[in-house]
């Protein structure tokens, strides 16, 4: 009898590379929840000790205000001015470490970003025309993002920011907004400073991280803008490209027209 011809069939050969795609797709998920993990430790080490430095600051801050009301000698004042002046400056770090490990709660709304930008190029003009840097805004249309108005500008000012500590006298700073389908709005801004170096690139958003002596203060400025951003469900990345200086991207989810 012959055998029937379904036996005589050729078998398919193992798949070699499943187990291997397998094993790296465990291994990038591990990583993802370790990474995870260490920022949720971090924040909430960040929040803790927020409060705890927080308020001796608030009490030095008082204290020099008072004694500045009531002092005459000219030296005097200037050193409690700088004692004033220097708490002032740590407590406002704190506030960006505290609003990076426990960001309010998301009160979004439909708006029109190119509106708010135009209010934060108006609000960052006087500082950059004291260090002779011009910014420039171009807004394709009206996009309307649906995003927490507050939270999104605290997010975009950290990143034009970023770019007036970068410029040097003579700089250029170009901010654009525009539609990005599917269903999100794109920020962009271009500055001709020094650039990002590859070292300094992988690290941008990392909180604690500063890339200063690269010639570009990132502080908590650029984890802020992140922590915002993806909270958002958007993304925020510094595009690599060959113009000089540097681009950030950062993108919302639209508003409905």
Request: hydrophobic share 45%; aromatic share 4%; charged share 25%.
């Amino acid at each position: 009898m012959q055998p029937d011809s379904s036996e005589r069939r050729p078998t398919a050969p193992p798949d070699c590379e499943a187990p291997a795609q397998r094993d790296a797709e465990a291994d990038a998920r591990f990583a993802a929840a370790v990474e995870r993990a260490k920022l949720d430790a971090m924040k909430e080490l960040a929040y803790g000790a927020s409060h705890e430095i927080n308020n001796p600051l608030a009490n030095i801050a008082a204290r020099a205000q008072t004694l500045l009301k009531r002092e005459a000698d000219a030296d005097k004042r200037k050193m409690l001015e700088a004692i004033h002046r220097q708490a002032m400056r740590a407590h406002e770090m704190i506030s960006d470490l505290m609003l990076f490990a426990r960001p309010p709660k998301l009160q979004p709304s439909v708006f029109d970003i190119g509106e708010m930008l135009s209010g934060l190029v108006g609000e960052l003009e006087g500082r950059a025309a004291e260090a002779s840097v011009t910014i420039a805004l171009a807004v394709d249309g009206q996009p309307l993002v649906n995003a927490d108005r507050v939270q999104a500008e605290v997010a975009v000012k950290a990143v034009l920011e970023n770019s007036l500590d970068a410029m040097g006298a003579g700089g250029q700073i170009a901010v654009s907004a525009y539609a990005e389908p599917p269903g999100m709005v794109a920020v962009t801004i271009r500055d001709n400073g020094p650039g990002i170096p590859a070292e300094v690139r992988e690290h941008l958003f990392d909180p604690f991280f500063s890339g200063r002596e690269a010639g570009r203060g990132l502080g908590f400025g650029l984890s802020k803008c992140w922590r915002i951003v993806t909270d958002h469900g958007g993304r925020v990345e510094a595009l690599a490209d060959s113009a000089p200086g540097a681009c950030f991207k950062i993108t919302l989810p639209a508003g409905a027209v």
